[in-house]
């Protein structure tokens, strides 16, 4: 949809589609106050349909601009990142010494080499935090036939999830080795 063709009426789309109120933007775009005439010019079809189509150029502009903002921030953070990597493992030179006589040297940091290879690492997602799991249970009330029984239950669960992810033959494995030949 073009601009409107009264030039007070765009502007008034335009402050209403930047989020100001009706009455805000009737007086931004050069009429006197009053907040009825706002709601009336705000009401007609034409007016109405050019603010939903301002606020969708909007929308999409912030969007793209935020998207932009997110990769340009990524990508600068992993740049900053390698070549910090290149110094540390001494790649690169560092310039070194006084300010008036600057020496560029090669310069091995393995703890910041290290630490800088385990951030790389994470972001493209090689590395995961473990997981500590555990299991509590009282086997105190337990007799040894009760107990017998859990463990067996237990074992036989252990046995089915490994199973399901492929990690155990089901004991088609050959004879086990017990050394005695």
């Known amino acids: 949809m073009p601009p409107l063709p009264r030039q007070r009426e765009e502007l008034f789309a335009q402050h209403c ?3 100001l109120t009706n009455s805000e933007a009737y007086e931004n775009a050069g009429y006197k106050p009053h907040r ?12 109405s349909d050019r603010i939903s189509e301002l606020q969708q150029q909007i929308a999409k502009k912030t969007q793209v601009a935020v998207v932009k903002q997110a990769t340009m921030s990524r990508q600068y953070l992993v740049d900053a990142l390698l070549e910090n990597l290149d110094i540390s493992l001494g ?3 560092v310039k070194l010494g006084p300010a008036a006589i ?6 091995y940091r393995g ?7 385990k951030m790389a690492g994470s972001e ?3 590395f995961q935090d473990k ?6 249970m009282n086997f105190d009330d337990l007799s040894d036939e ?14 089915l999830e490994r199973r399901a992810a492929g990690l155990d033959n089901g004991g088609d494995d050959p004879e086990p080795d017990t050394g005695n030949r």
């Open 91 to 93: 790649r690169r030179p």
């Open 17 to 19: 589609a930047s989020g």
């Open 102 to 107: 600057p020496v560029e040297q090669y310069v």
């Open 146 to 159: 009760q107990l017998l029984l859990r463990l067996r239950d237990e074992t036989e669960a252990l046995l």
């Open 36 to 47: 009825g005439n706002a709601s009336v010019l705000r009401a007609k079809q034409h007016v």
């Open 111 to 117: 703890e910041t080499a290290n630490t800088a290879i």
């Open 124 to 126: 493209c997602g090689l």
């Open 131 to 136: 997981a500590e799991v555990t299991h509590h």
